[in-house]
Each structure stands twice: as C-alpha cells, then as structure tokens.
Antibody
Framework: EVQLVESGGGLVQPGGSLRLSCAASGFTFSDYYMDWVRQAPGKGLEWVGRIRTKANSYTTEYAASVKGRFTISRDDSKNSLYLQMNSLKTEDTAVYYC?????????WGQGTLVTVSS | DIQMTQSPSSLSASVGDRVTITCRASQGIRNSLTWFQQRPGKAPTSLIFDASNLQSGVPSKFSGSGSGTDFTLTISSLQPEDSATYYCQQYNTYPYTFGQGTKLEIK
C-alpha cells in the first residue's frame, strides 16, 4: 500500500525557516517524480514544486511564489522527500501535501500545517 | 501561467442525480488534465488522469472527457459520500495550475 506521511510543520515567525519531510512507503520511491502542493486555510490548491528522479538528474521546478525561497530535495536511500522553506511569509501559511507525480498526482499524504505568524 | 476555470463554483443535487462539472484551460493542454476529490478536512484524492482515465480503485460512476481547452467531470448516481469539493489541474506546462474548485452538496 502506497503511503506518504508528512512531518515538520508548525508555527514559525515571518522571515524564519522550516524543513518539511515526507516519508514514502509501499512503492519504489526512487522511480517517481515527487511534488509538493499547498492549501491555505479555506482556499484552493496551489502547486509548490517538483523534483525529478536520479535518471533525470534530480532537477526541480518551482512555482514563482516560492522560487528562490523554497528548495525541494530527496534522499532515495531513506525514501524521503524534503521541502526547505526559508524567508517565510505570512502568505505561506497552509497545509503542505506531498504527492507522487505519476498520472497527475496519484497519491497524496495527509498534509502538515505550517503557520507563519508573529 | 495557464489559468484553469471551473464551473459552476458550487452546486446542489439530490441522491441518484447525475452532475457535470466543467473545466476550461486558458490555452491548449492536450489531455494533460486530472480531477481530484477533496472531502472536508481531508487530503485530495485522484479520480481521473489524462482527462478520461479512471485512477485505480475509483468507481466507474466518475468519468472524464475532453481535450485541448475544455474538459468535463461527470458523476452519476450521486450518494451522500460524494459531497466534496472537486478540482481540476493541468500538468501540461509548468507551473502546474488548479481550478478554483467546485463544491458539491448532496441534498
């Protein structure tokens, strides 16, 4: 059974940093592109970014709203995906989901809440 | 960026009804479109990929169609558990973009 479990969310002050993790199981993690998607409270879904596989040089794509502040990485040996978030803004407050980037986004985690507030 | 526009924004239907949700892309996206269901307080789940292909385990009451700029999601034989918000998303061009969502209420 495919499982994605996010962790690392919490309360952080504007300008601060946070690192989210996503633990994957039930599939060959290294074979798949992985994505982050977020959802601000009461709002719709926003794609954050993607990381490709080793075969595609672990290249990344980002939404304009996070480019230069957020970094996606992965550790295939640990079946884990990461989102390093720096220079956080209040508008980054959201539930952050990791998703497997196959046939669209075929599997999602349950999400982790990030609150940026002073 | 490609804008995805869903209609209607909300709708109400009865048990047993069939409903259709429309998603329009601001430019052609071939068939690179997926549909998600999101129940309150839960993560989205994938229903349809490549515009018309059912994800594994999704009941056949859900169907998708379209190509290019115009797409539809049809849900037949509505049940109370179909009450949710439905989103379309294009994955033809970065940045990937979502529709604003359609909230379905079952009367």
């Amino acid at each position: 059974e495919v499982q994605l479990v996010e962790s690392g969310g919490g309360l952080v002050q504007p300008g601060g940093s946070l690192r989210l993790s996503c633990a994957a199981s039930g599939f060959t993690f290294s074979d798949y592109y992985m994505d982050w998607v977020r959802q601000a409270p009461g709002k719709g879904l926003e794609w954050v970014g993607r990381i490709r596989t080793k075969a595609n040089s672990y290249t990344t794509e980002y939404a304009a709203s996070v480019k230069g502040r957020f970094t996606i990485s992965r550790d295939d040996s640990k079946n884990s995906l990461y989102l390093q978030m720096n220079s956080l803004k209040t508008e980054d407050t959201a539930v952050y989901y990791c998703a497997r980037g196959h046939w669209g986004f075929d599997y999602w985690g349950q999400g982790t809440l990030v609150t940026v507030s002073s | 960026d490609i804008q995805m526009t869903q209609s209607p924004s909300s709708l109400s239907a009865s048990v047993g009804d069939r409903v259709t949700i429309t998603c329009r892309a601001s430019q052609g996206i071939r068939n690179s479109l997926t549909w998600f269901q999101q129940r309150p307080g839960k993560a989205p789940t994938s229903l349809i990929f490549d515009a018309s292909n059912l994800q594994s385990g999704v009941p056949s009451k859900f169907s998708g169609s379209g190509s290019g700029t115009d797409f539809t999601l049809t849900i037949s034989s509505l049940q109370p558990e179909d009450s949710a918000t439905y989103y379309c998303q294009q994955y033809n061009t970065y940045p990937y973009t979502f529709g604003q969502g359609t909230k379905l209420e079952i009367k």
